[in-house]
């Protein structure tokens, strides 16, 4: 099964620390999603890409945030610098929407200290 | 802009039938998707509706009425394994999710 790949699955930092998260979405899938999950706020956009182009990063914090897709392979998504309040689990999402849906990676728990 | 509600949680007992429904208000209406999230993993995607009625895939039925923004799932002979998160999406891009239904299947 083609799968969306996220790395790092798990990340501890301390504060101030930059973090990078990258993921690998499905070969010739032309959206990409990132998204924050938290108990209290549930998936929250981040950014999104068509063709590798950046659509909306609306619902980043654009002082620390950025996500950039520099080939159809990659997509990351950096925090710099890192705050206690940063820790979540951000996936990436992958596809062509529609009936074909969308495509979870597994994630990337980041616990920032 | 887009607003969704979904129940926070809900309860039912295996081998039962539950509806979780959906609502949504958008400016501009591209389908409605389901997903399942188990604790600690990844949404998976369930189904997707863009025309009215019922669609059904084995113990799963989504249900979709543009006319009034609302869906349902359907979930038919609970098991114990369909305990988990259900997220209700409008099909716009970018995706945007409800907070999600925790549904808990007790024996």
């Known amino acids: 099964d083609a799968r969306v790949t996220q790395t790092p699955r798990h990340k501890v930092t301390e504060m101030g620390q930059e973090v990078t998260m990258r993921c690998q979405p499905i070969l010739g899938h032309n959206t990409v999603f990132w998204y924050r999950q938290t108990m209290m706020q549930g998936l929250e956009l981040l950014a999104y890409f068509r063709n590798r182009a950046p659509l909306d990063d609306s619902g980043m914090p654009k002082d620390r945030f950025s996500a950039e897709m520099p080939d159809a392979t990659l997509a990351t998504l950096k925090i710099q610098p890192s705050e206690p309040r940063d820790s979540a689990v951000y996936f990436c999402?992958?596809?062509?929407?529609?009936?074909?849906?969308?495509?979870f990676g597994s994630g990337t728990r980041l616990t920032v200290v | 802009g887009q607003n969704i509600d979904q129940p926070t949680e809900m309860t039912a007992t295996e081998g039962a039938i539950v509806q979780i429904n959906c609502t949504y208000q958008t400016s501009g209406f591209n389908g409605l998707f389901w997903y399942q999230q188990h604790a600690g993993e990844a949404p998976t995607f369930l189904s997707y509706n863009v025309l009215d009625g019922l669609e059904e895939k084995g113990r799963f039925s989504s249900f979709l009425s543009r006319s009034k923004g609302y869906s349902y799932l359907l979930l038919k002979e609970l098991q114990m394994k369909d305990s988990a998160s259900y997220l209700c999406?409008?099909?716009?891009?970018?995706?945007?999710f409800g907070k999600g239904t925790r549904l808990s299947v007790i024996a």
């Open positions: 999402a992958s596809g062509l929407g529609g009936n074909y849906g969308y495509t």
């Open positions: 999406a409008e099909g716009n891009t970018p995706l945007v």
